[in-house]
């Protein structure tokens, strides 16, 4: 028991104050992306993979009640456990299924309920996993513990992981896949076992299986091996490595083939769009800058750790020196390590939109370079008077610096505005919903937490529609609660000058603009019989 508690209880404190932090960011999430509403929806919706499909079809006048909406991100009575029906929706989607498996399975296990806790604790156990495997692959890599608990807390309390987890996404199940696939590169230039040729195959499967992104890390890493094999003459390693590899592209290949279509498609997240951007040699600088900003911003403390650590192995150069000509400090990481860094560029460069999480599975990789030069300061100092003392308090001041940092660091993804969004509607939760927009369900996925405010919602695309107004006719002292789908890009790009005449001539008196959120804009109709 001491002997286990020594090997393992600074990991478990360490993981039980990084899960605390996340529980509290957790804690003040009120509102959605809405990609972490398609999460919802894909893995539950049993009648399609889109709100238009759960209304028969069409958005054109059209009544959704909240049952409706419920029926779309929840799993009811007698659906669970449906893996055909996920793997239909993210056939009819742009992403492969497995986290959108497990995430069912979560779901399935609370039926009915629409919470941000199924996705959040599920993101939770996977991030405290990747946490545990980078560990792992760090003390595969430097043996020493230091690094190793130096990496999870720079990783672990940085704003781009917390971020990771609070996006109820595929993201972080990519980010444990991407560092089990390091650890077991990491394990394979050690020892040539055929069990780790085929957990490298399996891990390869399970990563495109999450996200086709996860294809860039591992054929940069992978190819890096492959020619480190080569180097070593590993001819028969280096056949098993790549068969592995190969045989996890082709496991995708055979167990979701629809990834075909989606890969080649000409939409705007997919193989289609990644060449086109790919070919505008004119944007590289804009998206090369803005991928380098949000990866220094967000993994902040790691680089002061970095610029830190090199500092102090110039100061200590001669003890460096000595230790490099007697080979006692670890390379092994660079080949970890540099991949990810051609990874990011070319994700930078064929990203469908300017938005980090594209490379938030990169980001754990990013800190073993870190924790390397950590390791190297700790093996060229081991000579200091009271080396272990002063290891401890620098190791115990970085988390605290880690920590301290994540206090003052909000993470992404967590949208404290929508609990004012819910406090304006809640007065009209029996009033009449109206939602204009052309057949375009982007708007009502976005808005789906604030929409269950409501009883129902009436859809359509004009204000001179008929059936709206049979539906007004019902609510004759009511006043209205109207939105306006205004994006031009992802949606229909009405103008609310134009169609809030319209919705007037319907028996209102006044409006008043209640928010704007993302692809739409509320607004309040005052009845004009009160």
Not at 114 to 121: A, E, M, N, R
Not at 131 to 148: C, D, G, H
Not at 348 to 357: K, M, Q, Y
Not at 427 to 445: A, G, I, K, M
Request: aromatic content about 14%; overall charge neutral.
């Amino acid at each position: 028991m001491k002997q286990t508690l020594r090997k393992y209880g600074a990991l478990a404190l360490l993981l039980i104050l990084i899960g605390g932090v996340c529980l509290r960011f957790g804690q003040s999430k009120s509102g959605m992306f809405i990609d972490e509403i398609y999460t919802y929806g894909l893995a539950n919706s049993a009648k399609g993979a889109y709100l238009r499909d759960c209304a028969g079809g069409t958005l054109e006048d059209q009544i959704l009640s909240r049952q409706d909406l419920l029926d779309y991100v929840t799993v009811q009575p007698g659906e669970g456990f449906s893996f055909r029906a996920v793997y239909d929706n993210q056939a009819a989607d742009v992403h492969p299924p497995l986290y959108y498996w497990l995430f069912h399975i979560a779901s399935s296990l609370t039926p009915g309920l629409f919470s941000k806790w199924t996705g959040l604790v599920l993101d939770l156990l996977l991030y405290l996993g990747a946490l545990v495997l980078l560990w792992v692959l760090l003390k595969e890599l430097f043996e020493s513990p230091v690094p190793a608990l130096a990496g999870v807390a720079l990783y672990g309390l940085s704003l781009m992981g917390l971020t990771t987890m609070l996006m109820i996404r595929m993201y972080v199940l990519l980010t444990l896949l991407t560092v089990g696939l390091a650890w077991c590169v990491a394990r394979l230039m050690r020892e040539k076992k055929p069990a780790l040729y085929m957990l490298t195959g399996l891990t390869v499967f399970a990563g495109v299986m999450t996200q086709y992104y996860f294809v860039f890390y591992a054929f940069f890493l992978c190819a890096a091996f492959v020619f480190y094999s080569l180097w070593k003459r590993d001819w028969k390693g280096t056949l098993l490595f790549a068969a592995s590899a190969f045989a996890g592209i082709g496991l995708l290949l055979v167990c979701f083939p629809p990834c075909l279509e989606q890969l080649f498609a000409d939409k705007l997240v997919s193989g289609g769009s990644a060449l086109e951007n790919l070919s505008d040699p004119s944007q590289y600088r804009e998206r090369l800058v803005y991928f380098y900003k949000e990866v220094r911003h967000g993994m902040k403390v790691a680089v002061l750790i970095a610029l830190a650590a090199a500092g102090a192995l110039l100061i200590f150069g001669r003890r460096v020196f000595r230790c490099a000509r007697a080979g006692k400090l670890p390379c092994r990481a660079l080949l970890i390590v540099l991949p990810a860094f051609a990874a990011l560029v070319l994700v930078a460069l064929i990203s469908p939109v300017l938005d980090a999480r594209y490379v938030y599975n990169l980001c754990p990789i990013f800190t073993v370079a870190v924790a390397m030069l950590i390791a190297w300061l700790e093996l060229s100092t081991r000579d200091i008077r009271f080396f272990g003392t002063l290891k401890l308090l620098a190791l115990g001041g970085l988390v605290l610096f880690c920590l301290w940092f994540a206090r003052w660091s909000v993470p992404a993804y967590q949208y404290p505005e929508h609990a004012d969004y819910n406090a304006a509607l809640s007065p009209y939760s029996s009033s009449p919903c109206v939602y204009l927009t052309d057949e375009h369900f982007e708007p009502l996925t976005e808005g789906l937490i604030q929409l269950l405010t409501f009883e129902e919602v009436f859809t359509t695309s004009s204000p001179e529609s008929p059936a709206l107004k049979d539906y007004l006719a019902a609510f004759p002292a009511e006043d209205c609660v109207l939105y306006i789908d205004v994006n031009k890009f992802w949606s229909s790009g009405f103008d609310p000058e134009a169609m809030l005449p319209g919705m007037l001539d319907l028996g209102y008196t006044d409006y008043e603009l209640l928010y704007s959120y993302g692809l739409s804009q509320c607004y309040l109709l005052t009845n004009a019989s009160k």
